[in-house]
């Protein structure tokens, strides 16, 4: 783990220096992938996108195809349900993560990897709870306040 | 340079470059460049063999760019590589575009620079190339007016002059190129009026920030044989790097764009640069260093480049045409910038420049990228093959 206060280790011999590199970034979702944001906030609902050659229903959504290079105007409703496919339990709150992220969740919980039900790729976020096992189905809680973003979502729960 | 074989151009692809590119993200502005050279190109994706796909480190706070672009330059399943020269990152990627065909590994390579400005600060970047010990905290990137006194002080008024008309005949070739980022109505008296950065350098002097994206198609002699755009050929391409450290005052100690420019001359056999090669689209990043610049690469000791300038002999219809695109003082999506040069460059070789194209057959074409503490690659490109 990285210790600033640890540098340098042998103040006698060896110098050094501490610092903070600061990557303040902006990040545009672009039109077409906005509207999948904005389907969460205003709608609550769950915006894939549909490759139009090879039908491949990426969730997250993305406006070109991996496979095939297609653009993708597509956008589908999947969901709100889901199968957890892959997951691990969280049973650490990072104090870093804690203190500057927003919406953190208190340990135990569980990650996973969930397949929206229409989709065909699989999409990471927070399931409320450790007794969870593959092929459990899972649906969304939603948050009251929400402001066009994954976080939207607060957590997924055992359906 | 001794080649195992030839390697051609097949095809260009530019975005707009623009200050604003809100309505796609980054994934989407890559793509509509290789949307954009396989229709120049005729090829199909499945067709290309390898992608070299570059820009600035930690610009867009992006940790592998080249991971996210796979859905937008269709790299699945193919060879990739990631270049990241600072400045010159454009003129690296063509650099190693050519090597990898000429080699023999691949037959088409892809090779695509790109820069959102919009969406990082690049200061983050840029400071982060300075050693943490002695200077990080005090590097800024390239707004100097060190070359600007060094000119000054040796030619007099003369030269401030030729830097602001310089920077006019940029701006308008820029309004003769619809993807160029600036196309300012700008005159003389505009530059010399407009805030001092750091004396003489002058905020219309310098580049801007703009997001875009330019990538190329490489192909090998037999492959470029069955494509049906017209050719442009890879003749030579050098790189020249200097120091770690920065020393803007003693730039003789190693010329790189004199000395890059020696070595192509003297392998291609140019003795006159300015009647055998056709174009130059040069790395300009501010009108000063382009003013100081264009006598290192025509080896004009005297200043001779000053009274050209004011000329009009590196107009588009002048003596030596000088970036009919409008140059890097209005267009800098700086990990495309380089590699624009050369697609620039080979659009004037194909006569398909449109509204900005210089006026007569051109059989060279000279391109140039410039970064870190004075770094040089230059490509010579040819309208026929080379004689190796």
């Known amino acids: 783990m990285f210790i600033p206060e640890k540098l340098p280790v042998d103040k006698k011999y060896c110098g050094g220096k501490r610092g903070l590199m600061s990557i303040p970034y902006r990040y545009y979702a672009g039109l077409f992938l906005s509207k999948a944001l904005i389907a969460l906030r205003d709608e609550k609902k769950i915006l894939a996108s549909r490759c139009p050659r090879c039908g491949k229903v990426f969730m997250p959504p993305r406006s070109r195809c991996e496979r ?41 919980f569980t990650m996973a990897l969930i397949k929206l039900d229409g989709a065909d790729t699989k999409f990471l976020h927070r399931v409320k709870g450790t007794d969870i096992k593959h092929g459990d189905r899972v649906a969304p809680k939603w948050a009251d306040e929400r402001s066009a973003a994954i976080t939207d979502i607060e957590w997924f729960e055992k359906a | 340079m001794k080649k195992t074989r030839n390697v051609a151009i097949a095809g260009v692809g530019q975005t707009k470059h623009r200050g604003h590119r809100e309505d796609v993200n980054l994934a989407e502005l890559v793509s509509e460049a290789v949307e954009e050279v396989l229709a120049d190109s005729m090829v199909d994706l499945s067709d290309i063999d390898a992608i070299v796909h570059g820009n600035m480190e930690l610009f867009e706070g992006v940790h592998q760019p080249d991971m996210w672009h796979v859905i937008a330059d269709g790299g699945y399943g193919k060879a990739g590589y990631r270049i990241t020269t600072g400045g010159t990152t454009g003129t690296t990627l063509v650099s190693a575009a050519d090597h990898l065909v000429a080699s023999g590994m691949h037959d088409l390579v892809l090779a695509i620079g790109f820069e959102k400005q919009e969406e990082g600060m690049t200061t983050t970047g840029i400071t982060n190339m300075s050693c943490p010990l002695w200077d990080r905290e005090v590097q800024t990137g390239a707004i100097t007016g060190t070359t600007g006194v060094i000119m000054m002080n040796k030619f007099g008024q003369k030269a401030e002059e030729a830097a602001a008309e310089l920077r006019v005949l940029m701006a308008t070739n820029a309004r003769k190129n619809f993807k160029a980022h600036l196309r300012l109505d700008i005159t003389r008296k505009d530059v010399l009026d407009s805030r001092v950065l750091a004396w003489p350098l002058r905020l219309l002097h310098m580049c801007p920030e703009s997001n875009g994206a330019c990538a190329m198609l490489f192909a090998s002699e037999e492959m470029a044989k069955k494509l049906p755009q017209k050719k442009v050929w890879m003749h030579d391409h050098v790189t020249i790097h200097r120091q770690e450290f920065f020393d803007f005052a003693h730039l003789e100690d190693l010329n790189t764009h004199g000395e890059a420019a020696r070595i192509i001359y003297t392998r291609n056999g140019i003795v006159n640069p300015i009647k055998q090669i056709g174009v130059f689209e040069m790395y300009d990043p501010s009108s000063w260093w382009a003013l100081d610049w ?26 030596f045409p000088v970036n009919p695109s409008g140059g890097v003082v209005s267009t800098n999506p700086i990990g495309a910038t380089a590699i624009i040069r050369v697609a620039e460059a080979a659009l004037q070789i194909r006569g398909d420049a449109d509204d900005h194209q210089v006026p007569r057959d051109i059989n060279l074409a000279l391109a140039s990228g410039f970064g870190g503490t004075f770094w040089t690659v230059l490509h010579l490109l040819g309208k026929d093959k080379p004689n190796h």
């Open chain 1, 68 to 108: 095939d290079f297609a653009k993708i105007t597509e956008l589908i409703s999947v969901g709100p349900g889901g199968v957890v496919e892959e997951f691990t339990v969280v049973n650490y709150d990072e104090p870093y993560f804690m203190e500057k992220c927003e919406k953190m969740m208190k340990a135990p």
């Open chain 2, 294 to 319: 264009l006598g290192k690469f025509l080896f004009m000791e005297n200043g001779e480049q000053i009274d050209m300038v004011l000329n009009g002999d590196f107009a588009i219809d002048g003596k």
